[in-house]
């Protein structure tokens, strides 16, 4: 299932007030914690966060034994987890994460709290809906497998990574255009993951590893440093695929002459233009930029336009944008 999909399962399901716990498996780095994360934001409810790996039995309930000694009672953290009784917000999502990383006794907790929906007696707030993640035990990734009692308790929901959702995400987060264009162009490094390799590229590794530090280390190391985030071959096309986008025609030179500049023929070079021109777009330079767009391939026009709208929607106002919209537009977006 793409992000997109899974995004809309979420909140429909939540609306719908269904119970049963989704289990969102997959490769490491494709940002399933984010999601959820994202899917509270999309509802407007509250979110939790626990950490599977890092808890312990007492951590959902601390034992304690009567004076008479012929009883024991629970003392559950009112911190972790919205319990009724608690200041938490009346629904929300909480999230499981690392679930399979959780031992055999955690697991066995945890698949009371996903089916009754209490923990020790202590009752979930009815508003809400429970969320779960981890990665597939053949990834190696440190993921146990689930024990077959929890397992049959939630929906579970394989994610994959989506070049198209990944894009629309990245431009909505200031992803630097390099690394946009770039797998726009190499699609298959977005998510290629081998547990038999040391480093693998994935949405979580150009993010937070490649796109944080262009226009941060020195060029001199920036092999290197992405090697150390995408692994050795990822990291050489990408390293080959920024000196281009380094050398491009200058986009200031292009808004005052775009009738003139020379269009690129190779189409890693046309990639990495596109993005480009997409991340300095405006209202008032666009026709002008379309007047140049307008004289490459026509996949890269849409792609391009696709790119700006994303960047900055206000260009759909402009005349520029209303008049290729109801003429080229029209025909090249169907």
């Known amino acids: 299932m793409k992000p997109s999909e899974l995004m809309s399962l979420i909140v429909s399901r939540h609306k719908a007030g269904i119970k049963r716990p989704l289990y969102i498996a997959s490769s490491p780095g494709l940002g399933k914690t984010q999601i959820a994360k994202q899917g509270s934001k999309v509802l407007e409810v509250g979110f939790k966060s626990v950490h599977a790996p890092l808890l312990q039995p ?3 309930g601390f034992p304690v034994i009567s004076q008479a000694k012929n009883d024991v009672s629970f003392i559950v953290s009112r911190e972790k987890f919205p319990l009724v009784g608690t200041d938490c917000p ?11 990383q959780a031992d055999n006794s955690c697991q066995k907790i945890l698949a009371n709290l996903v ?8 009752k979930l707030k009815p508003g809400w809906s429970i969320i779960a993640t981890g990665n597939r035990t053949t990834d190696r990734a440190g993921a146990n497998r689930l024990l077959s009692h929890l397992k049959a308790r939630v929906t579970e929901i394989e994610l994959e990574a989506h070049l198209d959702d990944w894009c629309a995400w ?3 987060h200031d992803v630097k255009m390099e690394v ?3 797998l726009r162009f190499r699609p298959d490094l977005l998510n290629k993951f081998n547990p038999q390799d040391e480093t693998n590229p994935t949405p979580r590794a150009w993010v937070e590893g490649v796109s944080a530090a262009i226009g941060v280390v020195h060029p001199t190391l920036e092999f290197p440093v992405f090697k150390g985030d995408v692994g050795e071959g990822a990291a050489a096309e990408f390293l080959a695929f920024l000196q281009i986008f380094r050398d491009l025609p200058s986009p200031d030179e292009i808004v005052l002459n775009p009738d003139k500049v020379a269009v690129p023929d190779k189409p890693a070079t046309l990639y990495a233009l596109c993005g480009a021109l997409a991340n300095r777009v ?5 026709g002008r930029i379309m007047v140049y767009v307008n004289r490459m391939p026509p996949e890269f026009s849409v792609l391009f336009v696709r790119d700006a709208i994303r960047r900055k929607p206000a260009i759909q106002t402009t005349q520029d ?12 977006l169907t």
């Open 115 to 122: 089916q009754e929906r209490e923990i020790h007696g202590q």
């Open 90 to 100: 009346e629904t929300g999502i909480l999230l499981i994460d690392e679930l399979p």
């Open 58 to 60: 007492e951590d959902y």
């Open 321 to 332: 944008f209303i008049k290729w919209a109801s003429g080229d537009g029209a025909r090249l």
């Open 180 to 182: 946009i264009s770039f």
């Open 170 to 172: 990245a431009l909505d």
């Open 282 to 286: 405006t209202e008032v330079n666009f």
